[in-house]
C-alpha cells in the first residue's frame, strides 16, 4: 500500500488512511548506513524509502548466509537452515533474528500519512 499508484488512486479518502511500514527508520547511528544513503542517492537520485532497506537488508543477509555455507553455498537446504538459526542480526534496519515461522523479531513500525499523494513519516510505532 506504500506505493506512489495506489496513494494516488485514494482521492479524497487519503485524509483518512494511515499506512504502516515494518520497522523501517534510517538510523544514522547503525553501522553502514550512512553509506548505504550516499550509494543510493548517487545511483537513484533520492533518497531510499523502507521498501529500499528491506530489499538492501534482505539481499545482504542471503549473500552473507550463501558465504557462511562454504562449499555448501550452491545447496539450498543448507542455505534455509541457516535463514532460520539467524539470531541477532545487526543490520541497517537494526537488530533482528528469524523466527521458526520466518517472520523477523522486529516490532517496529513506521506511521505514515498522505499528503500529496506522498508518504510522509508521521512516527514510529513499538508495541
Do not use: C, K, W
Not at 479524497?12 to 544514522?28: C, E, F, I, N, S
Not at 548506513?33 to 542517492?41: G, K, L
Not at 532460520?84 to 505514515?112: D, L
Amino acid at each position: 500500500m506504500a506505493e506512489s499508484d495506489f496513494l494516488a488512486q485514494l482521492g479524497p479518502a487519503q485524509r483518512a488512511v494511515y499506512v504502516t511500514v515494518p520497522g523501517l527508520m534510517l538510523d544514522p547511528t547503525r553501522p553502514g548506513v550512512p553509506r548505504f544513503v550516499a550509494s543510493y542517492r548517487a545511483t537513484f537520485g533520492a533518497a531510499p524509502g523502507p521498501y529500499a532497506l528491506l530489499g538492501y537488508e534482505s539481499m545482504r543477509m542471503v549473500l552473507d548466509l550463501i558465504r557462511q555455507a562454504r562449499s555448501h553455498g550452491n545447496d539450498r537446504q543448507a542455505v534455509v537452515n541457516r535463514f532460520f538459526a539467524t539470531r541477532n542480526r545487526a543490520s541497517i534496519i537494526g537488530q533482528y533474528s528469524i523466527e521458526p515461522n520466518g517472520n523477523t523479531t522486529s516490532t517496529r513500525y513506521g506511521g505514515s500519512r498522505i499528503h500529496g499523494n506522498r508518504l510522509v513519516f508521521d512516527r514510529l510505532l513499538v508495541p
